[in-house]
């Protein structure tokens, strides 16, 4: 089993459409979850850090955490087109695969 | 404020054949990672540096060597390419926490493409 699993996708949605990408991990003695947005031919770039268990807001993005299920979601409201990329969800030091998403003008 | 860059940006190599990958960070950061992304397989650790004159492995680091002589710059090494090392290479760096940790928040370069035929 991986430490890290993230389903690849692809994920296609309209715009506007309200979007959840996912991990599971197996370690629970990770505390820090980050999820990074890596468009096309690019490095990732850090999107959003979670330290332990919860929620955490930003703009349109929302980040959760559950610990008891060992369970990580990326929730991204009213998408744009250019949200379109790949999101990498990362927890300690190891990366998911990376979900590529595409939004839909 | 450059960030991280890497050069180059693409190679193709034969098999056997050396070269060096450079990375440069101008955030003053102690810590420097090499990663490889290969389809379905997400970001793999291959060496890192938690400071000027360090070095230790990753995840992946076979057929590798790393470098990081000045604090600013962090080279990855193929002694002796082969196709299997054909792959999106990453460097990225982070800050330190208190006296002697890292940051878990990673800034990356913009990758280098390498193919090995």
């Known amino acids: 089993q991986k430490e890290v699993e993230q389903d690849p996708g692809p994920l296609s949605v309209p715009e506007g459409a309200i979007v959840s990408l996912n991990c599971t991990y197996s370690n629970s003695a990770f505390q820090y979850f980050m999820w990074y947005r890596q468009y096309s031919r690019k490095g990732p770039e850090l999107l959003m850090y979670?330290?332990?268990?919860g929620n955490k807001e930003d703009g349109r993005f929302t980040a959760q955490v559950d610990k008891s299920s060992k369970y990580i979601s990326l929730f991204i409201r009213d998408s744009q087109p250019s949200d379109s990329a790949t999101y990498l969800c990362?927890?300690?030091?190891?990366f998911g695969a990376g979900t590529r998403l595409t939004v839909k003008p | 404020n450059a960030g991280v860059t890497q050069t180059p940006k693409f190679r193709v190599l034969k098999t056997g054949q050396s070269m060096t990958l450079l990375c440069a960070q101008d955030?003053?950061?102690?810590?420097m990672y090499w990663y490889r992304q290969d389809p379905g397989m997400g970001l793999r650790l291959i060496h890192y540096?938690?400071?000027?004159?360090?070095?230790a492995k990753g995840e992946v680091p076979d057929g590798y060597n790393v470098s990081r002589l000045k604090k600013q710059n962090f080279l990855l090494g193929l002694e002796s390419a082969a196709p299997s090392q054909t792959s999106v290479y990453f460097c990225?760096?982070?800050?330190?926490?208190?006296?002697?940790?890292?940051?878990?928040?990673?800034?990356f370069g913009p990758g280098t493409r390498l193919t090995v035929t």
């Open positions: 990362a927890i300690g030091r190891r």
């Open positions: 540096s938690v400071g000027e004159g360090t070095t």
């Open positions: 979670t330290y332990s268990s």
């Open positions: 955030m003053n950061h102690e810590y």
């Open positions: 990225a760096s982070s800050f330190r926490v208190g006296t002697r940790n890292p940051s878990y928040e990673q800034y």
